[in-house]
Each structure stands twice: as structure tokens, then as C-alpha cells.
């Protein structure tokens, strides 16, 4: 079975990857979440500090095996449901949804 990945700094989403055996799709988010991630790790103080790496993380769940359609799917979903202002409040929070 694959697994489907969502690399997230804190509670941010950055990355989705989808890997079965040897196999995988990956693809970062929008850049509007690099710089949100940017953004919340200034905010609390953890910008370029062992803190902000140890702040990664991966949310990883079992999924079907068409790779490239569940990567599409998800990227899409996380896209659409991460609005402006749902990623301002992030910011705002440095990262941790309240």
C-alpha cells in the first residue's frame, strides 16, 4: 500500500509526497507557503536556529496506489482549504493552529 506524506513546519503545510516502494511523486506547495512558513518561524523567533528545523514534521497516512492522482488531489485540497486568511492566522500564531 502507498503512503501519502504532508511535510508541514508547525502547523503549516509545505510539501506532499506519495511513495510506494521505490516509487514516488512529490511536489511542494504554492509559494505563498514558503513564505507563510517563513513568515511564523520570524514570528516566533526560530528563523534559521536549530529550533526551526527541529520544528519540521511529517503527517504520514496510508492511501491508494495511483501516485500522481492522490499528489494532484492533495495538493489541490491543501491548496483550497489553506486560504490567505487561514494562513494569516497561522502567522499571526507562529504556526500553531489555535
Known amino acids: 500500500m502507498a503512503k501519502l ?4 513546519w508547525r ?3 509545505a510539501q506532499v509526497i506519495v511513495k510506494q516502494g521505490r516509487n514516488s511523486a512529490k511536489r ?3 509559494e505563498r507557503f514558503e513564505k507563510a512558513v517563513d513568515k511564523a ?3 516566533a523567533g526560530l528563523y534559521g536556529s536549530d529550533g526551526y528545523l ?3 514534521r511529517r503527517d504520514t497516512t ?3 496506489d495511483d501516485l500522481e492522482a492522490i499528489l494532484e488531489t492533495t495538493v489541490n485540497q491543501i491548496q483550497t482549504d489553506y486560504t490567505e486568511e487561514r494562513l494569516a ?3 499571526a500564531a507562529g504556526g500553531i493552529a489555535e
Open 5 to 8: 506524506t504532508i511535510v508541514m
Open 54 to 56: 527541529s520544528e519540521w
Open 11 to 13: 502547523d503549516i503545510p
Open 89 to 91: 492566522v497561522l502567522i
Open 62 to 64: 496510508a492511501c491508494g
Open 28 to 30: 511542494p506547495l504554492e
Open 41 to 43: 518561524a520570524m514570528r
